[in-house]
């Protein structure tokens, strides 16, 4: 078969998927009955919903949503299969996967496998055939809250038991389920400080396209673990600090909250992306609070303060930075959400620091927001100009 594009293949084809029932319930008791997609079995996590049309494999791998069940409000899913150019980690983070409809067939020139196979392939449970919409507005109304998604006990009460038992979110330090276990750099051909800077990120759980866009705008990145110390990064000279996007509550992280408070006061370039942003935020004093039901998806409007310019922007987040809190001497807030006012970008007044709540590498959603990657260039390649 041939694309609109002649000469393209297309992979087209029909996964294989049984008739078996799969089971959905939250904490407060509402329950559904759909059909199983992915793998058998039992997981517990945080319900949310994302609103992105497509891009449901970088949603998949985002470590963000590790200890998390993700319920897609497109009303079809699954429809281009999955590939291996998509991922985001190397894992699927999600807890389990729901859907209105996941897609029988799928076709695309770039598909390897249909995402049936690849649920599967990863132990994660997925139902679809129930009303997504009746649970979207349930989670709006009430709150993200604790579910449990099974295929092997269809059982209401016990189930709800068990969504009870699950750890809420407040108060969760998850950063180290997903980190790195040992340092790694990406940059062509190695590190040459006299060549290209060296920015150094914090892998709280680094999506693959944050580290492609910072190589991108010309610099080397060493990607190290959650725990490094402050002094080991110092000691590699590094013209830039990248703090990366990350599962769980921000405010248990003090090891993290220490290290920023030490670049900044050391006056490194440092750029702050989603948990990142959260963390300069409590860095410069601020608080930061949880969100009724988050912000996820591809289509969010947010301000840009100092010009007025409006960003459709990808958001992936249950937490905010607390505007009440922040220190207008210290902290310039230059982004905020249009939807809810919440805080979406910080800049300090007195350190080359800068962040942002949502996620300019875009993947998936507009490319609108990718220029803050070369804004924080633009501020890596001054000093390390100024070293040489």
Same mark, same amino acid.
């Given at each position: 078969?041939?694309?609109?594009?002649?000469?393209?293949?297309?992979?087209? !084809?029909?996964?294989?998927? !049984?008739?078996?029932?799969? @089971?959905?319930?939250?904490? %407060?008791?509402?329950?559904?009955?759909?059909?199983? @997609?992915?793998?058998?079995?039992?997981?517990?996590? +945080?319900?949310?919903?994302?609103?992105?049309?497509?891009?449901?494999?970088?949603?998949?791998? %985002?470590?963000?949503?590790?200890?998390?069940?993700?319920?897609?409000?497109?009303?079809?899913?699954? *429809?281009?299969?999955? *590939?291996?150019?998509?991922?985001?980690?190397?894992?699927?983070?999600?807890?389990?996967?729901?859907?209105? +409809?996941?897609?029988?067939?799928?076709?695309?020139?770039?598909?390897?496998? %249909?995402?049936?196979?690849?649920?599967?392939?990863?132990?994660?449970?997925?139902?679809?055939?129930?009303?997504?919409?009746?649970?979207?507005?349930?989670?709006?109304?009430?709150?993200?809250?604790?579910?449990?998604?099974?295929?092997?006990?269809?059982?209401?009460?016990?189930?709800?038991?068990?969504?009870?038992?699950?750890?809420?979110?407040?108060?969760?330090?998850?950063?180290?389920?997903?980190?790195?276990?040992?340092?790694?750099?990406?940059?062509?051909?190695?590190?040459?400080?006299?060549?290209?800077?060296?920015?150094?990120? @914090?892998?709280?759980?680094?999506?693959?396209?944050?580290?492609?866009?910072?190589?991108?705008?010309?610099?080397?990145? +060493?990607?190290?673990?959650?725990?490094?110390?402050?002094?080991?990064?110092?000691?590699?000279?590094?013209?830039?600090?990248?703090?990366?996007?990350?599962?769980?509550?921000?405010?248990?992280?003090?090891?993290?909250?220490?290290?920023?408070?030490?670049?900044?006061?050391?006056?490194?370039?440092?750029?702050?992306?989603?948990?990142?942003?959260?963390?300069?935020?409590?860095?410069?004093?601020?608080?930061?609070?949880?969100?009724?039901?988050?912000?996820?998806?591809?289509?969010?409007?947010?301000? @840009?303060?100092?010009?007025?310019?409006?960003?459709?922007?990808?958001? *992936?987040?249950?937490?905010?930075?607390?505007?009440?809190?922040?220190?207008?001497?210290?902290?310039?807030?230059?982004?905020?959400?249009?939807?809810?006012?919440?805080?979406?970008?910080?800049?300090?007044?007195?350190?080359?620091?800068?962040?942002?709540?949502?996620?300019?590498?875009?993947?998936?959603?507009?490319? %609108?927001?990718?220029?803050?990657?070369?804004?924080?260039?633009?501020?890596?390649?001054? +000093?390390?100009?100024?070293?040489?």
């Amino acid at each position: 078969m041939l694309s609109a594009r002649a000469g393209v293949p297309v992979c087209a !084809s029909v996964c294989a998927v !049984s008739d078996k029932k799969a @089971y959905l319930a939250l904490e %407060d008791g509402l329950f559904f009955t759909g059909r199983s @997609y992915g793998a058998e079995g039992e997981r517990g996590g +945080e319900v949310c919903f994302n609103t992105s049309m497509c891009g449901y494999q970088e949603v998949l791998t %985002d470590p963000s949503y590790f200890g998390q069940i993700v319920v897609m409000t497109a009303p079809q899913v699954g *429809n281009y299969g999955v *590939n291996s150019e998509d991922c985001e980690s190397r894992e699927v983070q999600v807890e389990g996967f729901v859907a209105r +409809e996941f897609s029988r067939a799928w076709s695309s020139w770039r598909g390897e496998d %249909d995402l049936a196979s690849y649920l599967r392939a990863h132990a994660v449970p997925a139902l679809d055939s129930i009303d997504t919409r009746k649970l979207t507005i349930h989670l709006r109304t009430h709150g993200a809250m604790r579910g449990v998604i099974s295929t092997v006990d269809g059982d209401p009460k016990r189930l709800v038991e068990r969504a009870l038992q699950v750890p809420p979110m407040l108060g969760r330090d998850l950063i180290c389920e997903v980190t790195t276990r040992r340092p790694y750099v990406v940059g062509g051909g190695g590190y040459r400080p006299y060549v290209r800077p060296l920015v150094v990120a @914090y892998d709280f759980g680094v999506k693959t396209s944050i580290v492609e866009c910072l190589e991108h705008e010309g610099m080397v990145v +060493e990607v190290v673990e959650a725990g490094a110390s402050a002094f080991r990064v110092l000691e590699k000279q590094p013209a830039g600090i990248v703090f990366s996007n990350g599962p769980g509550d921000p405010e248990p992280l003090a090891h993290a909250i220490r290290c920023c408070v030490s670049f900044v006061e050391h006056g490194v370039p440092f750029l702050g992306i989603c948990l990142g942003h959260q963390i300069l935020g409590l860095a410069a004093g601020a608080k930061t609070y949880k969100l009724k039901f988050g912000h996820r998806g591809g289509n969010h409007p947010v301000k @840009y303060l100092p010009t007025g310019r409006v960003e459709i922007t990808a958001q *992936n987040h249950g937490f905010a930075v607390d505007a009440g809190t922040v220190d207008p001497s210290i902290a310039e807030i230059t982004h905020i959400n249009l939807n809810d006012g919440s805080v979406e970008g910080l800049r300090l007044k007195h350190s080359p620091a800068l962040s942002v709540q949502y996620h300019p590498e875009s993947s998936p959603g507009p490319h %609108d927001s990718r220029y803050l990657f070369r804004a924080f260039a633009r501020m890596v390649f001054q +000093e390390w100009n100024r070293r040489s």
